[in-house]
T-cell receptor
Framework: RKEVEQDPGPFNVPEGATVAFNCTYS??????FFWYRQDCRKEPKLLMS???SGNEDGRFTAQLNRASQYISLLIRDSKLSDSATYLC?????????????FGKGTTLSVSS | GAVVSQHPSWVICKSGTSVKIECRSL??????MFWYRQFPKQSLMLMAT?????????EQGVEKDKFLINHASLTLSTLTVTSAHPEDSSFYIC??????????????FGEGSRLTVL
Protein backbone atom coordinates (compact mmCIF):
# COMPACT_ATOMS: atom_id res chain seq x y z
CA ARG A 1 0.00 0.00 0.00
CA LYS A 2 1.34 3.43 -0.91
CA GLU A 3 2.06 5.78 1.96
CA VAL A 4 -0.28 8.47 0.66
CA GLU A 5 -3.00 7.86 -1.89
CA GLN A 6 -5.28 10.22 -3.73
CA ASP A 7 -7.78 9.91 -6.53
CA PRO A 8 -5.97 11.57 -9.45
CA GLY A 9 -9.18 12.81 -11.05
CA PRO A 10 -9.52 14.91 -13.07
CA PHE A 11 -12.45 16.61 -11.43
CA ASN A 12 -14.19 18.84 -13.97
CA VAL A 13 -16.67 21.20 -12.33
CA PRO A 14 -18.48 24.42 -13.28
CA GLU A 15 -17.83 27.69 -11.51
CA GLY A 16 -19.66 27.90 -8.23
CA ALA A 17 -19.66 24.16 -7.60
CA THR A 18 -18.58 22.52 -4.39
CA VAL A 19 -15.94 19.83 -4.77
CA ALA A 20 -14.31 17.49 -2.27
CA PHE A 21 -11.06 15.56 -2.42
CA ASN A 22 -10.01 12.71 -0.20
CA CYS A 23 -6.62 11.34 0.67
CA THR A 24 -5.67 8.26 2.67
CA TYR A 25 -2.42 7.57 4.47
CA SER A 26 -0.95 4.31 5.70
CA UNK A 27 1.17 5.31 8.71
CA UNK A 28 -1.03 5.67 11.76
CA UNK A 29 1.81 7.40 13.62
CA UNK A 30 1.75 10.40 11.27
CA UNK A 31 1.17 13.63 13.13
CA UNK A 32 1.07 16.46 10.61
CA PHE A 33 -1.03 16.79 7.51
CA PHE A 34 -1.20 19.38 4.78
CA TRP A 35 -2.80 20.29 1.50
CA TYR A 36 -0.61 21.86 -1.14
CA ARG A 37 -1.61 23.37 -4.45
CA GLN A 38 0.54 22.89 -7.52
CA ASP A 39 0.02 24.76 -10.76
CA CYS A 40 1.31 23.32 -14.01
CA ARG A 41 5.11 23.21 -14.11
CA LYS A 42 5.40 25.12 -10.84
CA GLU A 43 6.45 24.26 -7.32
CA PRO A 44 3.87 23.19 -4.70
CA LYS A 45 2.55 25.94 -2.46
CA LEU A 46 1.12 25.37 0.97
CA LEU A 47 -2.65 25.74 0.90
CA MET A 48 -3.44 24.81 4.46
CA SER A 49 -2.50 22.61 7.36
CA UNK A 50 -5.02 20.03 8.51
CA UNK A 51 -5.90 19.87 12.19
CA UNK A 52 -7.75 17.18 14.11
CA SER A 53 -10.63 19.52 14.86
CA GLY A 54 -10.96 20.50 11.21
CA ASN A 55 -10.16 23.94 9.94
CA GLU A 56 -11.50 26.45 7.49
CA ASP A 57 -9.87 29.17 5.45
CA GLY A 58 -12.37 31.10 3.40
CA ARG A 59 -13.85 28.73 0.82
CA PHE A 60 -11.55 25.90 1.83
CA THR A 61 -12.24 23.41 4.60
CA ALA A 62 -9.91 20.62 5.65
CA GLN A 63 -10.81 17.65 7.80
CA LEU A 64 -8.80 14.87 9.38
CA ASN A 65 -10.17 11.47 10.37
CA ARG A 66 -7.47 9.67 12.32
CA ALA A 67 -9.50 6.53 12.91
CA SER A 68 -9.95 5.97 9.20
CA GLN A 69 -6.64 7.59 8.28
CA TYR A 70 -7.95 9.99 5.73
CA ILE A 71 -7.84 13.70 5.07
CA SER A 72 -10.29 15.71 3.03
CA LEU A 73 -10.38 19.08 1.34
CA LEU A 74 -13.64 20.82 0.48
CA ILE A 75 -13.72 23.75 -1.89
CA ARG A 76 -16.91 25.77 -1.97
CA ASP A 77 -18.00 28.21 -4.68
CA SER A 78 -15.26 27.10 -7.07
CA LYS A 79 -13.49 29.77 -9.08
CA LEU A 80 -11.70 29.43 -12.39
CA SER A 81 -8.49 30.24 -10.53
CA ASP A 82 -8.92 27.14 -8.38
CA SER A 83 -7.94 24.99 -11.37
CA ALA A 84 -4.75 23.22 -10.28
CA THR A 85 -3.48 19.97 -8.82
CA TYR A 86 -4.06 19.51 -5.11
CA LEU A 87 -1.49 17.48 -3.26
CA CYS A 88 -2.07 15.79 0.04
CA UNK A 89 1.05 15.64 2.22
CA UNK A 90 1.70 13.65 5.37
CA UNK A 91 4.61 13.97 7.76
CA UNK A 92 6.14 10.54 8.17
CA UNK A 93 9.19 9.00 9.74
CA UNK A 94 11.83 8.44 7.10
CA UNK A 95 15.51 7.69 6.85
CA UNK A 96 16.74 10.89 8.47
CA UNK A 97 13.86 11.83 10.68
CA UNK A 98 10.54 13.12 9.48
CA UNK A 99 9.77 14.14 5.94
CA UNK A 100 6.72 15.15 3.99
CA UNK A 101 5.40 12.39 1.78
CA PHE A 102 3.08 13.44 -1.01
CA GLY A 103 0.20 11.86 -2.77
CA LYS A 104 0.09 11.87 -6.53
CA GLY A 105 -2.28 14.80 -6.55
CA THR A 106 -5.84 15.39 -7.63
CA THR A 107 -6.41 17.55 -10.67
CA LEU A 108 -9.23 20.07 -10.58
CA SER A 109 -10.50 21.89 -13.63
CA VAL A 110 -13.09 24.61 -13.11
CA SER A 111 -14.89 25.86 -16.17
CA SER A 112 -17.18 28.82 -16.85
CA GLY B 1 7.42 36.62 -1.51
CA ALA B 2 9.50 33.48 -1.89
CA VAL B 3 11.23 32.16 1.19
CA VAL B 4 13.21 29.52 -0.70
CA SER B 5 15.05 30.36 -3.90
CA GLN B 6 16.26 27.74 -6.35
CA HIS B 7 18.59 28.22 -9.28
CA PRO B 8 18.70 27.56 -12.19
CA SER B 9 15.01 27.29 -13.01
CA TRP B 10 15.76 25.26 -16.09
CA VAL B 11 18.81 23.70 -17.65
CA ILE B 12 19.53 21.72 -20.78
CA CYS B 13 22.71 19.71 -20.89
CA LYS B 14 24.40 16.99 -22.88
CA SER B 15 24.48 13.43 -21.68
CA GLY B 16 27.50 12.77 -19.47
CA THR B 17 27.83 16.25 -18.06
CA SER B 18 27.20 17.30 -14.47
CA VAL B 19 24.67 19.86 -13.37
CA LYS B 20 24.57 21.74 -10.08
CA ILE B 21 21.35 23.12 -8.61
CA GLU B 22 21.38 25.59 -5.74
CA CYS B 23 18.76 26.04 -3.10
CA ARG B 24 18.80 28.99 -0.73
CA SER B 25 16.55 29.86 2.16
CA LEU B 26 15.91 33.59 2.28
CA UNK B 27 15.71 35.38 5.64
CA UNK B 28 15.31 32.12 7.55
CA UNK B 29 17.62 29.43 8.83
CA UNK B 30 16.78 26.06 7.37
CA UNK B 31 17.55 23.30 9.83
CA UNK B 32 16.74 20.68 7.24
CA MET B 33 16.51 20.77 3.48
CA PHE B 34 14.82 18.16 1.34
CA TRP B 35 15.30 17.34 -2.31
CA TYR B 36 12.40 15.99 -4.33
CA ARG B 37 12.07 14.87 -7.92
CA GLN B 38 8.88 14.92 -9.96
CA PHE B 39 8.36 13.20 -13.29
CA PRO B 40 5.44 14.32 -15.50
CA LYS B 41 2.05 13.51 -13.99
CA GLN B 42 3.73 11.84 -11.03
CA SER B 43 4.00 12.65 -7.37
CA LEU B 44 6.89 14.43 -5.73
CA MET B 45 9.33 11.71 -4.73
CA LEU B 46 11.66 12.39 -1.83
CA MET B 47 15.27 11.85 -2.87
CA ALA B 48 17.23 12.87 0.18
CA THR B 49 17.24 14.81 3.41
CA UNK B 50 20.12 17.01 4.43
CA UNK B 51 20.95 18.71 7.68
CA UNK B 52 23.47 21.52 7.84
CA UNK B 53 26.99 20.28 8.31
CA UNK B 54 26.24 16.59 8.00
CA UNK B 55 25.99 14.08 5.18
CA UNK B 56 22.72 13.77 3.37
CA UNK B 57 20.50 10.76 3.96
CA UNK B 58 19.21 9.23 0.76
CA GLU B 59 15.96 7.43 0.18
CA GLN B 60 16.03 3.85 -0.98
CA GLY B 61 16.78 3.59 -4.66
CA VAL B 62 18.49 6.98 -4.95
CA GLU B 63 22.17 6.73 -5.83
CA LYS B 64 24.21 8.91 -3.52
CA ASP B 65 27.20 8.91 -5.86
CA LYS B 66 25.08 10.18 -8.69
CA PHE B 67 23.12 12.81 -6.79
CA LEU B 68 25.62 14.67 -4.65
CA ILE B 69 24.12 16.85 -1.96
CA ASN B 70 26.02 19.44 0.00
CA HIS B 71 24.45 21.42 2.82
CA ALA B 72 27.24 23.80 3.68
CA SER B 73 25.27 26.32 5.72
CA LEU B 74 21.86 26.94 7.23
CA THR B 75 20.85 28.82 4.12
CA LEU B 76 22.35 26.85 1.25
CA SER B 77 22.08 23.33 -0.10
CA THR B 78 23.23 22.11 -3.50
CA LEU B 79 22.34 19.09 -5.58
CA THR B 80 24.75 17.96 -8.27
CA VAL B 81 23.53 15.48 -10.84
CA THR B 82 26.72 13.80 -11.98
CA SER B 83 27.13 12.24 -15.41
CA ALA B 84 23.54 13.07 -16.28
CA HIS B 85 21.62 10.84 -18.67
CA PRO B 86 18.30 11.38 -20.46
CA GLU B 87 16.45 9.34 -17.81
CA ASP B 88 17.55 11.93 -15.23
CA SER B 89 15.46 14.55 -17.00
CA SER B 90 12.95 15.67 -14.42
CA PHE B 91 11.71 18.53 -12.24
CA TYR B 92 13.96 18.80 -9.18
CA ILE B 93 12.57 20.75 -6.25
CA CYS B 94 14.21 21.65 -2.99
CA UNK B 95 12.36 22.49 0.17
CA UNK B 96 13.24 23.74 3.61
CA UNK B 97 12.05 23.28 7.13
CA UNK B 98 12.78 26.36 9.15
CA UNK B 99 14.24 26.71 12.60
CA UNK B 100 11.43 27.16 15.09
CA UNK B 101 8.89 25.44 12.83
CA UNK B 102 10.23 21.89 13.11
CA UNK B 103 7.30 20.62 15.13
CA UNK B 104 4.80 22.01 12.63
CA UNK B 105 6.22 19.94 9.81
CA UNK B 106 5.33 22.10 6.85
CA UNK B 107 7.85 22.65 4.09
CA UNK B 108 8.45 25.63 1.87
CA PHE B 109 9.53 24.91 -1.66
CA GLY B 110 11.92 26.48 -4.10
CA GLU B 111 10.69 27.27 -7.58
CA GLY B 112 12.08 24.03 -8.94
CA SER B 113 14.67 23.26 -11.60
CA ARG B 114 13.63 21.59 -14.82
CA LEU B 115 16.48 19.46 -16.12
CA THR B 116 16.54 18.18 -19.68
CA VAL B 117 19.39 15.89 -20.65
CA LEU B 118 19.91 15.44 -24.36
Amino acid sequence: RKEVEQDPGPFNVPEGATVAFNCTYSNSASQSFFWYRQDCRKEPKLLMSVYSSGNEDGRFTAQLNRASQYISLLIRDSKLSDSATYLCAVNAIHQAGTALIFGKGTTLSVSS
Amino acid sequence: GAVVSQHPSWVICKSGTSVKIECRSLDFQATTMFWYRQFPKQSLMLMATSNEGSKATYEQGVEKDKFLINHASLTLSTLTVTSAHPEDSSFYICSARFRGRESHGELFFGEGSRLTVL
